[in-house]
């Protein structure tokens, strides 16, 4: 394996020029890296190459692989089979099968538009994504709409969004007299995981129905002697991350880095940057390889972002860059200030970007389980601000401040320490691309991305329009230096160095006006905020129709996990904690009767009995108020999400705090469930 077998699974751009005609080659080319039209012609030549090259890997089925609203992937196979005029078998892949498939819509969610359009769907070929084939399947990458044109999916709003912040990015590289056939976003997702015992999750009702758990005390261990990150990795581990690896490789994922992360059994790996559309496709396909193999090895793969209180949750990194189609990067500072101008232009336009859509930018990271880890003192606070590191900085400063830029240059090369080490930005700039730090560990990423990739669109775009009547004028370089110092003295607020999980930082925010969005049906809220739907409107990206549904979605998703959550510790508390308990507690009644039958002291079991009495007497009360919670719930899908929010999670916490103090009082052998010890550290 390693490099022979690297891609051994993909239909790789190597794989089309062996196997595809010249001609056939260079216009598929083309219609990747350009956007232009597939032809039916086209379209005929590479299904059969494709279809041929599959059946030789061992695949007897294809499907259209694409990603609805769910945030997960989704697939219907076919097999190649088809029968001949002669009435015999065959096996076939037409153009037309390539390029589109039906898929019923009514089973994924709409957020509505099913009301107003078609229920049937159909799924479109993403030709920018290469087709992998996994057991006996031949995967194609694709898109997925209705029949009257509304997006039903993740996929495309991103597509459109690389397109659009081409074309700004490619106008204003002109300005500077740079010609380039594209520009595109380069992404490295960084993935966090833990691992746990299948035997273990067996045990738990919440981690089978959540993925995370719903009780549980602290152990005294936790992550406070930071032995994990970065630890020896457990062989057991290691087996499973050369395993996975494999398999990675296989289908053309470039995983390079795997290390323990802070958490007990928490792990990372993280891929080679890719253009962004292949990031986010190769992630969705990285979490689904992680729990696969996971289950080879005789544990689970958790991905959601908090299955354990009081240790770290997961995350998944953003790195984000822009490369031209000759592979500048144009995030990579020059040495000579005079040289610059491009890169800082580049880097106010992100600024901007950041500053002027932080609601838009949270609500691309919102869900129940982000909700969890954001601002928990782990990961970033739930308020966007961004860290340019001290040589950025103090270029930054000087511009803002109108002072000399050379000396600004000299102080900035003389600065020690290291950029990026700034854990607590949720946006960091980190030497050559920034680092979005809040998306969660569970997340199709691809909504953050075309957020991302539109904000600096309209950024670029601004500058452009006011740069473009400058072009090859003497004025130019002064007008591209005032219009750097305005964004950026505008955009000051944004800014931040410091300890972002300080209590300070947050009063700070408040008074510099930055958002402070702690649920995620607050954030939702902002989704249709004006600016935001111009935003996303006036580029192309989605309908004011697609973006009230996307709200709804979201906020659906929101209100059904804490429905779930909160029946899950329902049950668990009344069917099987409640009775274990009752049991116990009776066995030490039945001990306090024969040991004072006997004249023996019985103070401290009495105390623990009364403890355990009265710990089981406010569940029983909390489980009704919870009962009572899920009751009644407004039908408004926003409304529901803000009342789970504010009426169902804070009984849910109410029911934890007593649970977790029931478990430190009761006997581990009458505990129904593997404690935390047990789950975080095995051998
Ligand atoms: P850290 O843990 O220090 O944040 P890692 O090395 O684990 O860093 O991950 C960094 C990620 O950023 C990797 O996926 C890497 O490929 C990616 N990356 C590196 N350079 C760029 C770039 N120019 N644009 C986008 N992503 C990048
Ligand atoms: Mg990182």
Redesign the pocket.
């Known amino acids: 394996m390693f490099i022979d077998g690297f891609g051994s699974m993909v239909f790789s751009e190597k794989v089309m020029k062996e196997r595809l005609s010249r001609d056939a080659f260079d216009r598929l080319m083309k219609v990747r890296n350009e956007g232009s039209p597939m032809d039916r012609s086209l379209a005929d030549e590479v299904a059969a190459a494709m279809k041929d090259w599959a059946v030789e890997n061992g695949a007897t089925h294809f499907t259209h692989w694409f990603q609805p609203m769910t945030g997960s992937t989704a697939e219907k196979h076919d097999a190649f089979l088809d029968r001949d005029k002669d009435d015999n078998p065959i096996l076939e892949l037409s153009g037309k099968t390539l390029i589109k498939g039906e898929a019923d819509a009514s089973s994924f969610p709409s957020g509505g538009i099913r009301e107003t359009f078609e229920a049937r769907g159909y799924t479109q070929w993403d030709p920018t994504s290469d087709a992998f084939v996994r057991e006996d399947t031949l995967c194609i990458p694709t898109s997925f709409g209705s029949f009257d044109g509304a997006v039903l999916d993740k996929k495309t709003p991103l597509l459109r969004s690389l397109e659009v912040l081409s074309q700004q990015a490619k106008r204003l590289l002109k300005c500077f007299g740079q010609e380039t056939k594209y520009v595109y976003p380069?992404?490295?997702?960084?993935q966090e995981y833990f691992l746990i015992n299948k035997e273990d999750y067996a045990k738990r009702r919440d981690l089978i129905l959540t993925e995370r758990t719903l009780f549980g005390a602290p152990t005294p261990k936790g992550q406070v002697l930071e032995d994990h990150y970065y630890g020896t990795i457990r062989p057991r581990v290691k087996a499973y991350m050369k395993e996975l690896d494999e398999e990675l490789w296989k289908v053309g994922i470039y995983s390079k880095?795997e290390h323990n992360e802070v958490a007990p059994c928490q792990h990372e790996m993280?891929?080679?940057?890719a253009r962004a559309n292949i990031a986010v496709d190769s992630n969705q396909l990285t979490m689904d390889i992680m729990k696969k193999v996971a289950n080879r090895h005789g544990f689970v793969c958790l991905l959601h972002e908090k299955p354990f209180e009081g240790i770290n949750g997961s995350g998944k990194?953003n790195?984000?860059?822009l490369t031209t189609a000759e592979g500048e990067?144009l995030f990579k500072p020059g040495k000579e200030p005079e040289k610059t101008y491009k890169f800082l232009l580049f880097i106010a336009a992100v600024v901007k970007a950041v500053d002027d859509y932080q609601e838009l930018l949270r609500v691309s990271v919102a869900s129940a389980g982000n909700d969890h880890r954001l601002g928990g003192n782990e990961a970033p606070p739930a308020i966007i601000s961004m860290y340019l590191g001290d040589k950025l900085r103090t270029i930054v400063d000087s511009i803002i401040n109108a002072t000399d830029l050379k000396t600004a240059y000299e102080k900035a090369a003389k600065t020690e320490k290291n950029d990026?080490r700034n854990r607590t930005s949720p946006f960091a700039f980190t030497g050559?691309?920034f680092?979005f730090r809040m998306p969660g560990s569970a997340e199709n990423v691809s909504c953050t991305n075309y957020i991302l990739n539109t904000a600096a669109a309209e950024s670029l775009k601004q500058f452009a329009d006011r740069l473009e009547k400058f072009t090859g004028k003497p004025e130019f370089e002064s007008e591209v230096k005032k219009l750097i110092r305005e964004e950026l003295t505008g955009h000051e607020r944004i800014l931040f160095e410091g300890n972002g999980y300080s209590n300070e930082w947050v009063k700070e925010a408040k008074r510099r006006g930055l958002a402070n969005i702690k649920s995620t049906p607050e954030a939702f809220a902002h989704y249709g905020d004006e600016k935001n739907v111009r935003l996303l409107t006036s580029h192309g990206i989605l309908s004011a129709e697609e973006i009230k549904a996307r709200t709804n979605i979201g906020v659906q998703k929101y209100t059904n996990i804490t429905n779930i959550e909160a029946r899950t510790m329902l049950i668990m508390a009344e069917k099987e904690i409640m009775p274990a308990v009752i049991k116990y507690s009776s066995e030490i009644a039945f001990g306090i009767e024969s040991k004072q039958a006997l004249g023996l002291d019985v103070d401290h079991e009495l105390k623990l009995l009364e403890d355990i009495n009265s710990h089981v007497k406010a569940l029983g009360i909390n489980n009704e108020k919870l009962k009572k919670a899920l009751e009644k719930q407004p039908a408004d899908a926003m409304k529901a999400a803000m009342n789970a929010y504010k009426k169902i999670l804070p009984v849910m916490e109410e029911e934890r705090c007593i649970v977790d103090e029931l478990e430190v009082l009761v006997d581990k052998q009458s505990w129904p469930y593997p404690d935390y010890t047990d789950i975080l550290y095995y051998v």
């Open positions: 380069s992404v490295g997702l960084e880095t993280a891929p080679i940057f990194h790195n984000w860059s990067n990026d050559n691309k680092e």
